[in-house]
């Protein structure tokens, strides 16, 4: 074997035992919480010794922070606005917010875990504070763009946002700590309700009646 290829199979190796203390770290952080959690326990469950975990991260905080961050970079924010600017204000957003929805679902056990863990991480609070204001920034844009299609009123879009994402997050949240009756709400009723609530308060109508085709 060459010394390329055996290169090669050891970065391949070397990446299975990150991912695979990543993906430890993970199921005892969501079992256990970031105190209760241990680097042993997290060794032992990835199969390698605590020196090895302290190679690939040089503490439980560092896997803490690499694994939020890993899962804020899977929650992509979308850059091209176009999709959800066809057609009407509610089939818009009702797709914006189910595409949301979907992925907040998706990581809810570590985002929990970071936004408990951002009082007292510094670092934790920035990854966090810096993915929530970008997706802020582009829900403000969205009903910027909507309103200059004359498409929904003027209106504090800031606040709109902010009312999303909090929704969002804080179902996601919900259904790991309210009873079977609450966790049981579907991410089809949560959007149809928020999203009529948005409509019903800012849909332009006037582009509808007769009075707004004669001016």
């Known amino acids: 074997m060459d010394d390329a290829s055996q290169n090669s199979q050891v970065s391949s190796t070397d990446q299975d035992t990150h ?5 430890a770290a993970l199921t005892e952080f969501t079992q256990r919480g970031y105190k209760g959690a241990s ?14 975990l302290f190679r690939h991260f040089g ?13 804020l970079m899977q929650m992509k924010i979308p850059q091209d606005l176009a999709p959800y600017l066809q057609g009407t204000l509610e089939e818009g ?5 189910s595409d949301y929805l979907l992925q907040v679902t998706a990581q809810s056990d570590i985002l929990m875990l970071g936004f408990s863990e951002a009082f007292s991480q510094p670092e934790i609070s920035d ?19 909507m309103h200059e299609k004359g ?15 909090t929704s969002l997050h804080g179902a996601a949240s919900m259904r790991k700590r309210t009873p ?9 009723r949560l959007t149809r309700c928020l999203v009529k609530t948005i409509v019903d308060a800012y849909e332009n109508h006037a582009l509808d009646s007769p009075n707004h085709d004669m001016n």
């Open 180 to 188: 079977i009756e609450m966790a049981q709400l579907s991410d089809e």
């Open 93 to 97: 957003l009702s797709q914006f917010v």
């Open 127 to 145: 990854l966090l504070r810096e993915f929530m204001w970008k997706m802020r920034g582009m829900i403000v844009r969205y009903f910027e763009a």
């Open 39 to 52: 680097t042993r326990g997290i060794a032992e469950r990835a199969g390698v010794n605590e020196v090895t």
């Open 19 to 23: 991912a695979r203390i990543l993906r």
């Open 59 to 71: 503490s439980k905080l560092d896997l803490l922070r690499v694994a939020v961050k890993q899962a």
């Open 151 to 165: 498409a929904i009123k003027e209106g504090d879009y800031p606040i709109l946002a902010h009312i999303i994402m």
